[in-house]
């Protein structure tokens, strides 16, 4: 059995890596929108929704995910303060929420030694 995920930013580089490996990885993508279309057609399928578009879409989608009762992945980057706020506001313990700017260990291991040595220099 797979879970059902909405795919949101699926014409994206890392929506189409998502896809690539969905399958293999015991996910199966029921609904692949990117600009333009309509990520509620589908909605009643899905078990999750992994939001990799752009950060003004990303509001709208956690309002979905909250209405639909969906744990939601957010993967996208560039959100205001503002956004990150209105977002949080909106998913804050109501739905589970996984969210990350960067997936890279490079990347997340940077950014926890950066917090050490903040730590450690004062």
């Given at each position: 059995?797979s879970?059902?995920?909405?795919?949101?930013?699926?014409?994206?580089?890392?929506?189409?890596?998502?896809?690539?490996?969905?399958?293999?990885?015991?996910?199966?993508?029921v609904?692949?929108?990117?600009?333009?279309?309509?990520?509620?057609?589908?909605?009643?399928?899905?078990?999750?929704?992994?939001?990799?578009?752009?950060?003004?879409v990303?509001?709208?989608?956690?309002?979905?995910?909250?209405?639909?009762?969906?744990?939601?992945?957010?993967?996208?980057?560039?959100?205001?303060?503002?956004?990150?706020?209105?977002?949080?506001g909106?998913?804050?313990?109501?739905?589970?929420?996984?969210?990350?700017?960067?997936?890279?260990?490079?990347?997340?291991?940077?950014?926890?030694?950066?917090?050490?040595?903040a730590?450690?220099?004062?």
């Amino acid at each position: 059995m797979s879970l059902k995920l909405l795919l949101n930013g699926a014409r994206g580089r890392m929506g189409v890596a998502i896809a690539t490996i969905a399958n293999d990885n015991g996910a199966e993508i029921v609904s692949a929108c990117d600009a333009g279309d309509d990520p509620s057609i589908d909605i009643t399928r899905c078990e999750a929704i992994i939001d990799f578009s752009y950060h003004e879409v990303t509001p709208s989608i956690a309002e979905l995910a909250v209405a639909n009762k969906l744990p939601l992945v957010i993967g996208t980057t560039g959100h205001t303060a503002e956004e990150k706020a209105r977002i949080l506001g909106i998913v804050e313990g109501k739905i589970p929420v996984v969210w990350a700017g960067n997936y890279s260990v490079g990347v997340n291991t940077l950014n926890y030694l950066t917090r050490k040595a903040a730590c450690i220099l004062g």
